[in-house]
């Protein structure tokens, strides 16, 4: 649905992003992820159309942004990281205001905007004026008209910052939902919501990609060694002591008792060592059942903070 070939930008000497290709599949919610600076928002107003390459190309849905412009604006629908809004006016006159700078059909407006309106759940405030909504609320009209026209593609920059956390859920679920009938590109620092929304992720350092994969796959590159979670029927020390016995085993650590009569330990192995069966084999021989034993995956903070140290910028995980 996007394709981004070479894109790069510079404002004067400075270069915002460097050579960047990647693709978003029809249907996908892909999340765009970065440091502060890290050319996130010029990349996203590139691909809207608000800003132009310096070099390279990106087209959506087979169409040039910058030979046919119209046509991709007509396909996607923007959320930038402070909602374009008029606040003296009502959600209402907001949304009917957006309908006629989109062209919708004026027929069928109305029907639309009380469509969309029930979609993102603001109904209950349509006749109210923006300036009188709370944060989660703005969020609300500001995703709304980025609906406006049922644009194949959504791109969403930061939407749920500043919400707490019962609105931070309610944004989630309404994007996922979305996500059944748009591509969706999603940019936010808040990293457990990527993590629950998106199906892939970008990270973008320093103006290059240094990583685009699922989440599971960035971590078992990553990683470097496998990493377990076992929860054992017996006395912690000599559990312990057993499996730092073990040459394979790198380290092995307490994780608390969630268990009456267990424990659970965090047992890391040597690099590229496959430490199930020796764990199982001598809490065996020990005479200490193993209750539950599973593989312990990075989390996208820990990739995160891997990918964008100042050496990641050498390295590429493809």
């Not at 270069?15 to 050319?39: D, K, M, R, S």
């Not at 402070?82 to 109305?110: A, H, Q």
């Not at 749920?160 to 009938?181: C, S, V």
Request: with cysteine; glycine share 8%.
């Amino acid at each position: 649905m996007i394709e981004v070939r070479n894109l790069t930008k510079r404002f004067g000497q400075h270069v915002a992003v460097e050579a960047l290709n990647f693709t978003v599949n029809q249907g996908e919610i892909l999340g765009f992820l970065g440091p502060n600076g890290a050319g996130k928002t010029t990349t996203m107003n590139i691909i809207t159309g608000y800003l132009s390459a310096t070099e390279g190309d990106v087209t959506v849905d087979g169409l040039d942004v910058l030979d046919e412009p119209l046509e991709v604006k007509k396909r996607i629908g923007y959320l930038p990281e402070f909602p374009p809004l008029y606040l003296d006016m009502t959600v209402d006159e907001f949304m009917s205001f957006v309908c006629n700078i989109k062209r919708v059909d004026g027929k069928g407006k109305k029907e639309s905007i009380d469509r969309i309106l029930d979609v993102v759940k603001i109904v209950d405030v349509r006749r109210r004026l923006i300036k009188n909504l709370s944060k989660g609320y703005k969020q609300r009209v500001g995703l709304a008209q980025a609906l406006v026209g049922n644009p194949p593609v959504l791109i969403l920059d930061e939407p749920t910052i500043g919400l707490d956390p019962k609105q931070i859920i309610e944004m989630r679920n309404l994007i996922r939902e979305l996500g059944r009938e748009h591509t969706v590109v999603l940019s936010s620092h808040i990293l457990p919501e990527v993590t629950a929304i998106c199906e892939r992720v970008i990270i973008i350092h320093k103006g290059h990609i240094v990583a685009g994969d699922t989440i599971e796959n960035l971590s078992r590159k990553l990683r470097g060694s496998a990493r377990l979670s076992v929860r054992v029927a017996g006395p912690l020390e000599s559990i312990l002591k057993t499996i730092r016995a073990l040459p394979e085993v790198k380290k092995a650590d307490d994780l608390g008792v969630r268990e009456p009569e267990t424990v659970d330990v965090y047992v890391e192995a040597k690099r590229e060592a496959d430490i199930r069966k020796p764990v199982f084999e001598a809490m065996s021989r020990a005479g200490y059942p193993i209750l539950q034993m599973r593989s312990v995956d990075l989390t996208l903070e820990e990739i995160f903070l891997q990918l964008t140290t100042d050496e990641a910028v050498e390295r590429r995980v493809s």
